[in-house]
T-cell receptor, first 118, second 114 residues
Framework: GAVVSQHPSWVICKSGTSVKIECRSL??????MFWYRQFPKQSLMLMAT?????????EQGVEKDKFLINHASLTLSTLTVTSAHPEDSSFYIC??????????????FGPGTRLTVL | GENVEQHPSTLSVQEGDSAVIKCTYS??????FPWYKQELGKRPQLIID?????GEKKDQRIAVTLNKTAKHFSLHITETQPEDSAVYFC?????????????FGKGTKLSVKP
């Protein structure tokens, strides 16, 4: 149990285009989903916290108009990178927090999406 | 905000030896401390976690200790095996009752040599 999927697993796009990444909790309901960015050989940097039915909370330095987050249901959150530029190339990983009682603190990670902007 | 420091950044041990990774945190309100293992190109996997109401937790070859006063926690891996080679991340958060944000350390690349 506690499986999180992400789609697509990788994407290559031209500069100036927008890219949408989906994060789904497959066998549990997630009150909260998190979006991270990871550069090669570096740590996970929290970008934003996404709560179902409400606006996302962005970390300092993360542009909310550039990284649009929608948490439309308890099993789906989307991250849209708008007007992507080469510096947005990175590994984007989501995680989901199970709302059920056994361990509400635990975050389960998706497999990540490799974004390359040409 | 919370800041998590992790040491060492790289660690190389011989198979069968023990490995210890240490983390410190700054926010005394943090009460949840998970450890994740990430193999190259894969997602982080939770390997063990500890909450602030306990000082130690063990799961087979893996143990975590927490010193709330000193605000540091450590991961101990005994009888290391080549498949333990990966990057390990510690994290700190406020857990239940909060949004559950986790702040991660910079990671430790563990290499276990056969």
């Amino acid at each position: 149990g506690a499986v999180v999927s992400q789609h697509p697993s990788w994407v290559i796009c031209k500069s100036g285009t927008s890219v949408k990444i989906e994060c789904r909790s497959l066998d549990f309901q997630a009150t909260t989903m998190f979006w991270y960015r990871q550069f090669p050989k570096q740590s996970l940097m929290l970008m934003a916290t996404s709560n179902e039915g409400s606006k996302a909370t962005y970390e300092q330095g993360v542009e909310k108009d550039k990284f649009l987050i929608n948490h439309a249901s308890l099993t789906l959150s989307t991250l849209t990178v708008t007007s992507a530029h080469p510096e947005d190339s990175s590994f984007y990983i989501c995680s989901a927090r199970d709302r059920r009682g056994r361990s509400t603190d635990t975050q389960y990670f998706g497999p990540g999406t490799r974004l390359t902007v040409l | 905000g919370e800041n998590v420091e992790q040491h060492p950044s790289t660690l190389s041990v011989q198979e069968g030896d023990s490995a210890v990774i240490k983390c410190t945190y700054s926010d005394s309100a943090s009460n949840y401390f998970p450890w994740y293992k990430q193999e190259l190109g894969k997602r982080p996997q939770l390997i063990i976690d500890i909450r602030s109401n306990v000082g130690e937790k063990k799961d087979q070859r893996i143990a975590v200790t927490l010193n709330k006063t000193a605000k540091h926690f450590s991961l101990h891996i005994t009888e290391t095996q080549p498949e333990d080679s990966a990057v390990y991340f510690c994290a700190a958060g406020k857990g239940w009752g909060s949004q559950g944000n986790l702040i991660f350390g910079k990671g430790t690349k563990l290499s276990v040599k056969p």
